[in-house]
């Protein structure tokens, strides 16, 4: 018999059917006539409960199906009263593929705190929490694909080793085959990358934006999703130093095409969570809650389809930078309280805290900030006429603060040149940047959204090393 999934069989109503399944065993428990064991593959939230007659199996096999270990069963599948699923195996035969001591396993049938199951990382996936969040990241991943593939949109691998920087926003991660202990060195004493692997010092990829845009200048519409990486040492619950982007790019859209298409496809992916992912996202909301109870009440956040609903349900309120300056210098964001951080006048980056009080106590929906003072954005963003500001755009979410950054692009050649010049970027070796803007040059735009921020609001989850499969943070790069 072929192997059948938890979640398959779970939604089956061909009862007496023989089937197989494989799994890991969550609990097992019994007296001397039955004994019920629930099994987990990891596809679905909802174990499947196998029951075993006691004498026909024997207390010897039995003690071996301990929590953790492995199993295989065949057996048939039946109507099950007490299990609080519709389905259960009567199991005809069961192989105990791998043990599990319970002396030795760290993951017990109960419910873990996030803390712990962080130290045990590489046994995450056995818990509904993990399970849960594994899937919900598949569908995203797919919807991603699916919302730009309707669209007409073409993905393109952006290149993870680069010699260029697309940010400045950060420290990068030096990619180098030279030995250190004893590198090559110019005359002047420095390392000699020119003898390295590329002939030049290269990096991680902060961003495929510069090279995406290379591929919109002929394919109108393009997207990347691919590992960015950055070395800042932001020990946040926001910030990982390996994510996920998704930047889209295209030709002819202003920023307010832009703007449209971010809020379009923020909306599409939460649609496809909450259309897709219902049971998953009913069991993180309940986790979720039990958590919220132990906290005071005006630090409750929403409850997690609450949080969802309203972003699809309302339209993102749009307010250059300068107005919500003016609103931040004018609000106490909580009775007797001050922002940890003052904001002092146009040129203030704004914290996440400045962005969810935007977002959640002056405007209750979602914000799309435009118009940022040209002194705190990357070098590629088009400049406005006042000669201050550049058209740039955060998208800023509830719980996550900004959750997408993006623009217009400076199109005009010697506008960027000359922005490239103050900020001292080597113009000569980005020539085939600036040949976009030598060759059929158009006005386009496009955006990054973090990947795991997009989870974090979709889960509930807090913190963000909790969303990614393998979280890489200063001094965290375990496996
Ligand atoms: O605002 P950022 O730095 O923008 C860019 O990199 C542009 N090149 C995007 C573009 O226009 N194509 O980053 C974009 C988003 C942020 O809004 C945030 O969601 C996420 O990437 N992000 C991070 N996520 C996790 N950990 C970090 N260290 C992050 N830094 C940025
Ligand atoms: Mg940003």
């Not at 593939?149 to 030279?178: C, Q, W």
């Amino acid at each position: 018999i072929r192997r059948s999934k938890v979640a398959h069989l779970l939604k089956e109503t061909g009862f007496g059917k023989e089937v197989n399944v494989k799994g890991w065993v969550r609990t097992r428990r019994g007296n001397k006539f039955v004994n019920f064991i629930a099994l987990n593959d990891g596809s679905s939230i909802h174990n499947l409960q196998i029951v075993a007659d006691t004498t026909k199996f024997g207390d010897e096999l039995l003690r071996r199906i301990a929590t953790g270990s492995a199993i295989s069963v065949n057996g048939t599948l039946n109507e099950s009263e007490g299990s609080g699923q519709n389905v259960e195996i009567q199991a005809a035969e069961i192989e105990v593929i791998g043990e599990c001591s319970p002396d030795h396993y760290p993951l017990q049938p109960k419910k873990h705190s996030l803390e712990f199951l962080r130290e045990i990382a590489h046994l995450r996936f056995r818990t509904n929490t993990f399970g849960a969040i594994t899937r919900v990241r598949h569908a995203m991943i797919f919807a991603v694909h699916q919302f730009f593939s309707n669209k007409g949109f073409y993905n393109i691998h952006t290149p993870i080793i680069t010699a260029s920087d697309a940010e400045g926003a950060g420290e990068m991660f030096r990619v180098t085959t030279l030995d250190l202990n004893n590198p090559p060195k110019t005359e002047d004493g420095e390392i000699d990358y020119s003898q390295d692997f590329f002939g030049k010092s290269t990096h991680l990829t902060v961003s495929g934006q510069l090279e995406g845009e290379l591929a919109a200048m002929g394919m109108s519409d393009i997207y990347t999703f691919g590992p960015t990486f950055r070395a800042e040492n932001s020990n946040t619950t926001r910030h990982l130093a390996e994510f996920w982007m998704i930047e889209p790019e295209m030709a002819f859209y202003d920023l307010n095409d832009n703007m449209d298409l971010a809020e379009e496809f923020t909306k599409y992916l939460i649609n496809y969570a909450l259309a897709h992912c219902a049971e998953d996202l009913a069991f993180l909301s309940k986790r979720l809650q039990e958590e919220e109870k132990n906290k005071k009440a005006d630090e409750r956040s929403m409850e997690l389809l609450e949080k969802l609903r309203f972003v699809v349900e309302n339209d993102y309120a749009r307010i250059t930078y300068s107005e919500a300056i003016d609103i931040l210098m004018n609000s106490k964001p909580h009775k007797k309280g001050k922002f940890q951080y003052q904001i002092t006048g146009f040129g203030s980056d704004l914290q996440a805290e400045h962005e969810r009080f935007l977002v959640e106590k002056h405007f209750k929906k979602p914000v799309i900030l435009t118009d940022y003072p040209m002194s705190i954005k990357a070098f590629y963003m088009k400049q406005s006429d006042d000669g201050k500001t550049v058209r740039a755009m955060d998208v800023l979410f509830p719980q996550i603060g900004e959750i997408i950054g993006g623009s217009q692009r400076e199109d005009n050649y010697d506008k960027l040149l000359e922005r490239m010049r103050v900020l001292n970027l080597p113009e000569k070796e980005m020539y085939w940047y600036l040949d976009t803007r030598r060759f059929g040059s158009v006005p386009h735009s496009g955006f990054g959204l973090g990947f795991e921020r997009l989870m974090l609001f979709v889960t509930g989850m807090t913190n963000i090393r909790d969303v990614i499969p393998f979280p890489r943070s200063p001094k965290n790069a375990e496996f």
